[in-house]
């Protein structure tokens, strides 16, 4: 009887290498079932005061985003968040890692993106020398231990379910890479584990809140959509927007603060190739108050659109439809 369960036991072993459970080769799938489950709120109870820890480290999170980030923690389900450019869905991530204190780790998307860049790949180099520097036997001496984790270079996917500490995973822009690498995601997007072939199943011992954005420059597939929960995430109202801008710029006046904000609006109404981001309001209130500038008057706004216009054909549009409806400025008169 003692026999069998020592047996059992070391059929059942696994190894825990940092925060992740690493499955050894020769173990049944599905055997690891279990992972602690290590939430870590940042308030004790409501989407309210997910909202109010979020604004507390300078992110105004409106009801749904705060709702989300809330379930995310205890439902301990990936968030997929989509809107156009500069809406703040990169920083609420950033926002969710201050708010929590746990580690931000991102992985930015691109075209091309693949596995050994966002998963893991093997150190060849460190393998040939220890195969260079093995016994007598030569290969058979080494073949054993070379597909070991220490010949793993861990890229951000893989250090986010091998992390010892919960952390915040980001996987930005991900419209931007292709929908193999989308199915690449699912076992962890599900399970939050990631399997190796030389190695086996690694899982996450602790549970780390995961942001992936979209720009919806395209449709993501059904699949990836099914593992996470949904947010999306526009521009503003001209309020809240005005709320944010202050929030930054706390000196700017009210009036300037809000014509700001209506300037910036009417420029998004705009068909252009780059609307003005939440973060130009900021930077451009902030250039504002370094010129000293009471009012929005056409000279200043000529002066200043390159903050929030990056594109030469918008500046053009820009300056016809929007500065023409600014004053001129108030010359002292001699």
Known sequence: MAENANGEADQDQRDVRGGAVWQQRGERQGEVEHRADYHRPMADGSAAEVKQALAEVGYLADEPAALVSFLAQRLGKPVLVEGPAGVGKTELAKALSRATGRELIRLQCYEGLDEAKALYEWNYRKQL????SGGEDGWEDV???????????????MQ???SPEPVVLLIDEIDKTDQEFEAMLLELLSDFQITIP???????TTMPIVILTSNNSRELTEALKRRCLYLWLDYPDLEREMEIVRLHTPELSEALTRK????VRMIRDLDLKKPPSIAESIDWARTLLLMGTEDIDRETFNQSMSIIVKHRTDIDLVAERVGVKLAEPVRPQS
């Open 260 to 263: 700001l904000v209506e300037v």
């Open 129 to 132: 020398l220890r195969i260079q």
């Open 160 to 162: 986010a379910i091998a």
């Open 198 to 204: 030389e190695l086996g199943q690694v899982s996450a």
């Open 143 to 157: 073949h054993g231990d070379i597909f070991d984790k220490e010949f793993l270079l861990e890229r951000p996917l």
